[in-house]
């Protein structure tokens, strides 16, 4: 994939999440991020790794690679977690956005955090 821009990791981040927002809540069925590109026609080696903009743009920044590359994710998770923040919460064991919407099992909820993980603020 090509070298993307904070500005470019948050803008795809924010359209990939409102179209699985949009299309769960129009279809009623669970939208993920497989079916965004899919739709997208978007070959798989096009595709950030992770299937994410952000990770991608900091795995981009990371020189080390794919490890310790959360530090430089572009948007705040509201997580006190070094690591995989969209995972893990701001308590032990409390789950992230991305993993309360992975195990969302309410199309309104499901929705609902999609919308949020769209409009996550961007790091200062």
Not at 73 to 82: F, N
Not at 103 to 115: K, N, P, S, T
Request: glycine share 6%; hydrophobic share 35%.
């Amino acid at each position: 994939m090509k070298k993307l821009t904070k500005q470019e990791a948050i803008k795809l981040h924010r359209k990939m999440w409102n179209w699985i927002a949009d299309e769960t809540e129009r279809t009623g069925k669970f939208c993920d991020k497989y079916e965004y590109f899919d739709v997208m026609k978007i070959p798989r080696g096009d595709c950030p790794r992770a299937l994410c903009y952000c990770c991608e743009y900091a795995i981009q920044q990371n020189t080390g690679g794919f490890i310790g590359r959360c530090k430089y994710c572009p948007l705040d998770w509201d997580s006190e977690s070094d690591e995989f923040m969209c995972y893990d919460g701001k308590q032990f064991l409390e789950q992230g956005l991305f993993a309360r919407w992975k195990m969302a099992v309410d199309i309104e909820e499901r929705v609902d955090l999609a919308r949020e993980i769209a409009n996550l603020r961007e790091k200062e």
